[in-house]
């Protein structure tokens, strides 16, 4: 065969290889990206410090694909360093979620956080959306950082479905915290006299005046002396509010009176 033919028959070869390559496509390398986020307690501390925290979920924007799921690990943080805002507000132990999406293209992801889980009467619902990059790892400071607004308000008594005596007192006692479990005290960081507590009261379906409960030291709790009139039954709503920080909670229960 002659070397010149045979030379320029594989110069064709390669140069149709080349061109099925270019209009067949070649496929994307997938690109590893670590994405760290982190969900703190409106005007208090990290979510995390116990198995059922904040659980969250990355999705596709656009598409609505789940690309990572799960819940923050990890402590509540360092109480004076979030709150003197020092950058970064985590350490090391802080809780956090991590996950390490392949991408082969930017995507638009959205976090969505539901927590705390542990609490379910008090859970809430946030999320967020960004651009994330192949490669460009969403680790730097805090991370992709966000914020959980509410309370968790636990009604310790009167328990549900109680039977209570018709014309009699009863005790009402509340716990309310902040989503990160932080507890709130007549001279701790988080002061008690910030948080209104009320009770709101239904007999058989009728509204009944509002009724405010008073923080006790001792106890931790809030409370207050609830009468009973007739036989009937009695649905207690416990409201928190703390103004400073927008934060609410509720509690529930219902109780029978013979």
């Given at each position: ?5 045979s ?37 208090a501390?990290?979510i995390g410090?116990y198995?059922?925290?904040?659980l ?7 598409t ?20 003197q805002?020092?950058?970064p507000?985590?350490t ?13 293209d ?14 379910p009467?008090?859970a809430?619902?946030v999320?967020?959306s ?5 490669g460009r ?5 805090d ?17 549900a479905y109680?039977w ?27 002061k ?17 005046k509002p ?6 030291a001792?106890?931790?709790r809030?409370?207050t002396q609830?009468a ?5 039954i ?12 927008n934060?609410?909670?509720v509690?529930?229960t ?5």
């Amino acid at each position: 065969m002659n070397p010149l033919a045979s030379l320029s028959s594989r110069r064709a070869i390669g140069a149709c290889a080349l061109v099925l390559a270019l209009a067949v496509g070649v496929p994307a390398q997938a690109e590893p990206t670590d994405v760290e986020v982190r969900v703190l307690a409106r005007g208090a501390k990290f979510i995390g410090g116990y198995t059922a925290s904040a659980l969250v979920t990355l999705t596709d924007a656009e598409t609505g694909e789940v690309l990572a799921k799960g819940m923050t690990r990890g402590s509540t943080g360092d109480t004076q360093r979030i709150l003197q805002g020092r950058a970064p507000l985590s350490t090391p132990d802080s809780g956090v979620f991590k996950a390490t999406l392949d991408l082969t293209d930017a995507r638009r992801v959205t976090a969505t956080v539901t927590g705390p889980m542990s609490q379910p009467q008090a859970a809430t619902t946030v999320a967020s959306s960004q651009w994330i990059l192949p490669g460009r790892h969403v680790t730097a400071g805090d991370g992709w950082l966000l914020e959980l607004p509410g309370l968790i308000v636990d009604l310790a008594t009167p328990t549900a479905y109680q039977w209570v005596k018709a014309n009699s007192t009863i005790p009402l006692e509340a716990s309310v915290t902040l989503m990160c479990g932080c507890g709130l005290s007549t001279d701790g960081p988080w002061k008690a006299d910030g948080t209104d507590v009320e009770a709101y009261l239904w007999i058989d379906g009728k509204k009944q005046k509002p009724q405010t409960l008073r923080f006790n030291a001792a106890t931790s709790r809030y409370e207050t002396q609830l009468a009973t009139q007739g036989p009937g039954i009695y649905e207690v709503q416990i409201r928190a509010w703390t103004g400073t920080t927008n934060n609410a909670g509720v509690a529930r229960t219902t109780f029978f009176v013979k």
